[in-house]
Each structure stands twice: as structure tokens, then as C-alpha cells.
């Protein structure tokens, strides 16, 4: 199982990026990805998950109406849309896979997920 985080870099307030996930060496239908961040001197925390089960997606009350996590099937890849990005979301990003089936639930949460990807750095400044 192999994750490859990508797409970060720095932007300006208000402004925009997309962070890509490929997935190796597994199918996304039987895990959940989630986005994770961690910024300067801050715990790790959720950003958004996406569920293999149901199509549940979840996001962390901060990122809600600006961030949208999709699953590409076919290229096996979970993309995070950040949109209206503003200082506090200067991070570096993980994604992060749960082995969950098709049919199971997972929460957002650091603990339920096993595998993590590299780090990419977004850094929101003028």
C-alpha cells in the first residue's frame, strides 16, 4: 500500500489548489482516504475524509464550503479542490488510507487510518 501526496505549493489569500492522491498497490473501493494537516507547532488534524461505503464525506467545520475531497475510480486517486484558502490553512498535507470494505464506515479521525503518504506543503501567503 502506497499513497503519493502532491499538488501543494504556495498561493496567495484567496486563491486556490488541488491536491492529488494516487494510490498503489490497492483498490480505493475497499478503503476510505482522508486528507489530513499539519501545521507549525499544531497537532496533526482531519481536514476531510471520503468514505469508500455510501459515498459519506466528511469535512472539518473549518474547510466546509471550501474544500472538496472526490474519489477518481479509474485513476485510483483521491483529489483534495481547496478553494478561498486563507493563512490559517497553511499546512503540510498527508493523505492517509483506512482499510474499511465496502460497506464499512470509518471516522475522521488520525487513529482509524494506517497507511500515510508523504507530506506536501501548502503555504498560503501574499
Known amino acids: 500500500v502506497q499513497l503519493q501526496a502532491s499538488g501543494g505549493g504556495l498561493v496567495q489569500p484567496g486563491g486556490s489548489l488541488r491536491l492529488s492522491c494516487v494510490a498503489s498497490?490497492?483498490?480505493?473501493?475497499?478503503?476510505?482516504i482522508g486528507w489530513f494537516r499539519q501545521a507549525p507547532g499544531k497537532e496533526r488534524e482531519a481536514v476531510s475524509c471520503?468514505?469508500?461505503?455510501?459515498?459519506?464525506?466528511d469535512y472539518a467545520d473549518s474547510v466546509k464550503g471550501r474544500f472538496t475531497i472526490s474519489r477518481d475510480k479509474a485513476k485510483n486517486t483521491v483529489y483534495l479542490q481547496m478553494n478561498s484558502l486563507n493563512a490559517a490553512d497553511t499546512a503540510v498535507y498527508y493523505c492517509?488510507?483506512?482499510?474499511?470494505?465496502?460497506?464499512?464506515?470509518?471516522?475522521?479521525?488520525?487513529?482509524?487510518?494506517?497507511?500515510w503518504g508523504q507530506g506536501t506543503q501548502v503555504t498560503v501567503s501574499s
Open positions: 498497490g490497492f483498490t480505493l473501493d475497499d478503503y476510505a
Open positions: 471520503a468514505q469508500s461505503a455510501y459515498g459519506v464525506k
Open positions: 492517509a488510507a483506512a482499510r474499511t470494505g465496502p460497506y464499512t464506515l470509518v471516522a475522521c479521525k488520525i487513529d482509524e487510518y494506517t497507511y
